[in-house]
């Protein structure tokens, strides 16, 4: 697995390096024309109608790029054999390089000629360069070509700035559901007892031996003790366990229009896609018991144990777009008095969160889950109530650009007063088995709520002003209650 520094936690999910194409043109403002190296005029689809296909990037595009000359003809995302060598977050410079045919060592990629044309295979200023992760670049580089600096021993070095997609797909249409590679995950262990599993085609497993994992999904188990909160009202004796299974999936859409034109925040016109849409979805599976006295207080305590991350590739078109997905898994409890419980709780659905945008009516959420509770078991000693959740924050972005927070957390809410064991088959219309004395009430429920983030507008539409809230989806069934 890929070793990356660890990135701190972004509340509340979640989240997958854009195109160089080939022989970059002269200045705009010099000529019209793009040379564009032989390989590069080898993609059709970029040059129709037809809507541009959304895929995993296969692996020999791991380190793909793709090259794009907005305002030139024939200066459309195409494939190309150039390569980000290196770049410098800090100040914005890049070095690239080409390997010629018939050698596998980097040949510089050269400088403009004095006519203002660029030869095949050389970079120029106004080039729009989108690469998959590269040194120095680990979520992948989408950048514009605003200088070229000078020829090193690796390549050429230019000048870069920020950019948007529209500058790349242009009037295109894209959109696909693409799996995430299990495998792909890097994974921080937060807690000692953490055990990881995953299984993707080709009878291929990781985890420990007799862990079973359905295709395509990621399995992290945990088992700790849980400390007494601060404040809370008496010592803690109790421990928590489970596991949570997800199948993650980045959703991802662009639509093109020509004709559209948005109001910049500056009062401007700019051009922009007509539509776009950026999320993750999945299905869920989660399996988790709390058993002793929880010394919570009214204040939830969230408790993370694991932290995941993976940069997907999609080859949309000629185009490989980096994705960064996040997830965090973490237990969080909170209680109302000396409060004793034992219970379990099986928890199988999907969710999906994102943002989607329209001419119309600009960035909006979309949050959706559905979940079904298996039968649980359940003991609450004393008077007082307990919540408790085990769920996962998610972000996804674009290029290191956080898009998408969202956190999906399901739970189960019980209160008593005085002493109820209660076990309850749900959904079966079957009696409860209590045996208690005084009133008491069991809740199974999710939340599902997030933001999206100004780094949206990387897409190319207007810049979101502030965080906008996905809204909190808030759903919560009695599993039982009852008075003895």
Known sequence: MRKRPSRALVPALAASALLLAAGCSADPGQSSAAARTPDAS??????????????????????????????????????????????????????????????????????????????????????????????????????????????????????????????????????????????SFDVERLLPDVKVSWAKTGDIHSGPEGTKVPLGSLRVDVATKVATAEGAPASADASVSGFVQVKPEVDFSY?????????????????????????????????WALKG?????????????????????????????VVNLDLTCYFEISGDGRVTVDVEQDLKGDFKAGGTFGTAAGWTPVNESHMDSSPVRTSVTTAGSVKAALGAQATVGLYGAVGVTADLAPYLRGEAA????????VGSGTKSDVAASGSWALYGGLDLSGTLQIQLAIFGTPVIQHAIPLGTLHREWKLADGKM
């Open 42 to 183: 080898a993609t059709a689809t970029a040059n129709s109608d037809q809507p541009l296909a959304v895929a995993a990037a296969p692996a020999a595009a791991a380190t793909s790029t793709a090259v794009a000359r907005p305002g030139t003809v024939g200066g459309k995302a195409r494939k190309t054999s150039l390569k980000v060598k290196s770049y410098d977050s800090h100040t914005r410079r890049a070095v690239i390089s080409t390997v010629s045919k018939g050698t596998s060592s980097p040949s510089p990629t050269g400088s403009p000629t004095p006519a203002g044309t660029a030869t095949p295979g050389r970079t120029a200023v106004g080039d729009v360069i989108a690469s998959a992760p590269a040194p120095g670049a680990p979520d992948g580089l989408l950048a514009k070509v605003t200088k070229v600096i000078g020829e090193t021993a690796d390549g050429t070095e230019v000048q870069t700035a920020p950019t948007t997609l529209d500058t790349l797909l242009g009037d295109d249409d894209a959109k696909g559901t693409v799996p995430v590679d299990p495998a």
């Open 255 to 287: 639509g093109g229009d020509a004709s559209t034109a948005s109001t910049a925040s500056n009062g401007s016109t700019a051009s922009g896609p007509g539509a776009a849409y950026l999320g993750v979805s999945g299905d869920w599976t989660s399996q």
């Open 293 to 321: 006295r929880a010394g919570a207080t009214a204040k939830p305590v969230r408790l993370p144990f694991a932290k995941l991350h993976a940069d997907p590739v999609l080859q949309v078109g000629p185009v490989p777009v």
């Open 418 to 425: 005085g002493t109820v064991t209660a076990t309850t088959p």
